[in-house]
């Protein structure tokens, strides 16, 4: 993997997200990253305190890189990659835009092009992310190892179907969102009741950290690993019932629903 090179069109958040986690798994050299952005100073200061390359424009990216990652926003693809299709053609072209599939591609970019679309959310930033992939793509296989070597140290690459890459993306990417909503009002409940507000914190986000591990690491169904730690007429199971009457399951349930538009 040494000096291959990934270049992102589009440095917003998502992408920076990506690039901060690549650089603290050290899965990418930081000379062997590049970016361009619309506001060209904006991205010179996020360069620099990365150690990774401004460029001028798109075409610039694609030209001095292997691998490159579209991180543009959906109604700006077309525009922004029209331009550099020929370029692109001998490139591998990952997306992290959401809502442009595997069949939009097929239309933005040259007839052989090589592509992947994904949805990565934003705890990859730390290497602990999730980077959902559409299974239907164009990637060589080399260009795919390339790929998954390099991003699965900033998370768990999934692929999915294409008509699963809505949901899946939703789980995961508007999920971070949710888990946080949850660590801050447990958080304020520790507060409440006596512990420091940094102490909450961590112990809150400590506990979503282990008890996602755990359940990666054993398989278990959540329900189980719930009953695990609710004895007969203990303090657990009051907590539980207590989040049943406030409607916490259907509530998650809603808000996936209002997502997705059901």
């Known amino acids: ?5 990934i270049g992102f069109i589009g440095f917003g958040n998502m992408a920076q997200a990506l690039a901060d986690g690549l650089l603290l798994k050290k899965a990418v050299a930081p000379q062997d990253l590049y970016a361009c952005a ?34 543009v926003k959906p109604h700006l693809v077309a525009e922004v990659l029209s331009p550099i299709r020929e370029v692109l053609h001998e490139r591998a072209v990952v997306s992290v835009a959401a809502g442009y599939p595997f069949e939009r591609y097929e239309e933005v970019l040259l007839p052989g092009t090589r592509h992947l679309s994904t949805i990565p959310n934003t705890p990859v930033s730390v290497g602990e992310g999730i980077i959902v992939c559409e299974r239907r793509h164009s990637l060589s296989g080399e260009d795919y190892r390339h790929f998954e070597r390099i991003f699965s140290q900033v998370g768990l690459v999934q692929p999915v179907e294409t008509s699963q890459l809505g ?52 398989g278990a169904h959540p329900g189980a690993m719930k009953d695990a730690v609710c004895s007969p007429g203990g303090t657990t199971i009051k907590g539980v019932a207590a989040l049943e009457r406030g409607g916490l399951r259907a509530a998650v349930l809603d808000a996936i629903d209002a997502i997705e538009g059901k």
């Not at 993997?1 to 090179?5: G, T």
């Open 167 to 218: 949901v899946a993306g939703t789980v995961s990417g508007c999920g971070p969102a949710f888990a946080s909503m949850f660590l801050e009002a447990l958080a304020d409940a520790g507060v409440k009741h006596g512990l420091p507000r940094a102490l909450s914190y961590r112990l809150a986000s400590q506990m979503i950290v282990g008890t996602g591990a755990l359940q990666l690491q054993s």
């Open 38 to 71: 619309k506001d060209y100073e904006k991205l010179r200061q996020n360069c620099a305190q990365r150690g990774i390359n401004p460029c001028r424009d798109a075409q610039e990216v694609a030209q001095e890189t292997d691998m490159v990652i579209i991180a």
């Open 1 to 5: 993997m040494e000096n291959y090179k």
